[in-house]
């Protein structure tokens, strides 16, 4: 992210920052950091952006936008923003997109260059189910115009030191060779399994989240195919919660972070997750929240994801 910043734009520029969670919110922090001038759109968390807003505010600034900022999975809130109809109205502008795609590349559709997307990045560890550790950006033939006039302070995340040493089949320092060669073993597994069957499964298994949550008696905050963000009601302790969950069953669940701390729990279903996973995963949550005093009918979250899965 930082690189994303840095390589594309120079201190006192102005860049569009689409705000819609903690996520979004990095984006303009950084940015800060570089002093550009940050005009921020600012989405209700657990919200999608109108684009109307964004298209306004381009008109507005009048070509000074020299990027926008989104995210594609807003993973502190589960909200997937639409990157398509973002890309359609910044790619007839000046401007440059820069995509942080760390939680969806690779578990739901996501096309860089149809979309119109010029910096797209992500992390090894979600989507892509491998070891964490590996930052990938990929640069569009604008973005990369915009190298050589950026006139920002970088040394080790320098774009330009990254292609020269690719020149030369190198990497400007040393790799981290055994994370890149457990990402090439997870890319052989996705492309054996093939895109298209791995977004119907983190559609299905979403979806028996969803599902299962609500009978028991629980409230969806958002969610996409990535992860389901669940209400907590007053009565409920959300932290004692996550800490049972993991400590007693072995059963990782994420906090909320932010204003949203003790208001939700959020639950992912991308990478090695499965069908029994999810079964465990609510047959779990029956027995922690049945131990808090929560009511709701025993057996009816289990029933809900088999129902799910028998369609």
Not at 94 to 119: E, H
Request: hydrophobic share 45%.
């Amino acid at each position: 992210m930082e690189a994303a910043v840095a390589n594309f734009l120079s201190p006192f520029e102005t860049a569009v920052i689409i705000e819609g969670g903690i996520w979004g919110r990095i984006w303009s922090e950084i940015c800060q950091g570089f002093n550009i001038k940050c005009e921020i759109i600012k989405v209700e968390e657990g919200r999608r952006l109108d684009i109307e807003i964004l298209k306004n505010k381009l008109k507005e600034l009048d070509g000074k936008v020299k990027a926008v900022f989104a995210t594609l999975c807003e993973t502190s809130t589960g909200v997937v923003f639409d990157i398509e109809a973002i890309g359609k109205v910044v790619k007839d502008t000046s401007a440059i997109l820069i995509v942080d795609a760390a939680a969806g590349l690779g578990a739901i559709d996501f096309k860089t260059d149809a979309w119109a997307c010029d910096v797209v990045l992500t992390g090894s560890q979600k989507g892509l189910a491998s070891s964490p550790g590996l930052g990938i950006i990929s640069v569009s033939p604008k973005a990369l115009k915009l190298v050589e006039k950026s006139s920002c302070l970088r040394y080790y995340f320098d774009i330009k030191k990254a292609l020269l040493a690719k020149e030369k089949s190198d990497t400007p320092f040393t790799p981290s060779i055994s994370l890149i060669r457990g990402l090439i073993e997870s890319l052989k597994i996705i492309k054996r399994e093939g895109l298209e069957n791995i977004f119907f499964r983190n559609r299905l298994l979403s979806q028996a989240i969803r599902e299962g949550i609500k009978a028991l008696g629980l409230e969806i905050f958002s969610s996409s195919d990535v992860l389901t963000s669940v209400n907590i009601p007053g009565s409920i302790d959300a932290e004692r919660l996550v800490v049972t969950l993991q400590s007693k069953y072995n059963i990782k669940i994420a906090r909320g972070l932010g204003n949203l701390r003790g208001k939700i729990v959020r639950i992912g279903n991308i990478g090695s997750v499965d069908e029994y996973d999810i079964l465990i995963l609510i047959y779990s949550l029956e027995k922690v929240l049945t131990e808090m005093g929560h009511k709701f009918k025993p057996g009816e979250g289990i029933t809900a994801v088999q129902r799910e899965f028998s369609k």
